[in-house]
């Protein structure tokens, strides 16, 4: 596959988070009168600012484990556990029923999804036409 840039395929990545989580959303509005049910959300943000130090070279936030014998065990790498964290969303109270699902909360967090999703398309059909017009001008010059 042809990466057009660095950035493309965590654009990319964040577009699957991206449609992950207005799958969930959608799920919790259409569970709003299910009993003790709860709503689910994804957190996919961290996963993707380590991706973007990964790519692009940049210092980790991240505390180095000091070792001050060779006995001592190495500290575990983050990146091998770092996925996206499914959660669930209980900052409302249960109704009488027990369900927690706010639908002003779920069509806000929808709306923002949605926002961002489209940012997201916008950003990468715009590398895609610098990079077609790359293209297309050294093809004249020949």
Do not use: C
């Not at 003790?36 to 961290?46: G, M, Q, S, V």
């Not at 993707?48 to 190495?74: D, M, P, V, Y």
């Not at 069509?107 to 398309?121: C, D, F, G, Q």
Request: proline residues 1%; hydrophobic residues 40%.
């Amino acid at each position: 596959m042809l990466h057009i840039t660095k950035s493309f395929e965590l654009m990319k990545e964040a577009l699957d988070y991206r449609a992950i989580r207005q799958d969930m959303i959608a799920s919790n509005i259409a569970n709003a009168d299910t009993p003790f049910y709860r709503p689910k959300d994804i957190r996919f943000e961290d996963k993707l600012i380590e991706e973007q130090h990964k790519l692009f070279g940049q210092e980790s936030h991240q505390l180095e484990l000091a070792r001050t014998s060779s006995k001592h065990l190495g500290s575990v790498d983050a990146d091998d556990n770092a996925r996206a964290e499914v959660f669930f969303r209980d900052g409302h109270m249960a109704r009488n029923d027990g369900n927690s699902v706010d639908l002003d909360v779920e069509t806000s967090e929808m709306a923002k999804n949605s926002v961002m999703y489209s940012a997201l398309v916008n950003g990468m059909k715009k590398q895609r036409n610098i990079f077609m017009a790359v293209l297309d001008y050294s093809g004249k010059l020949s």
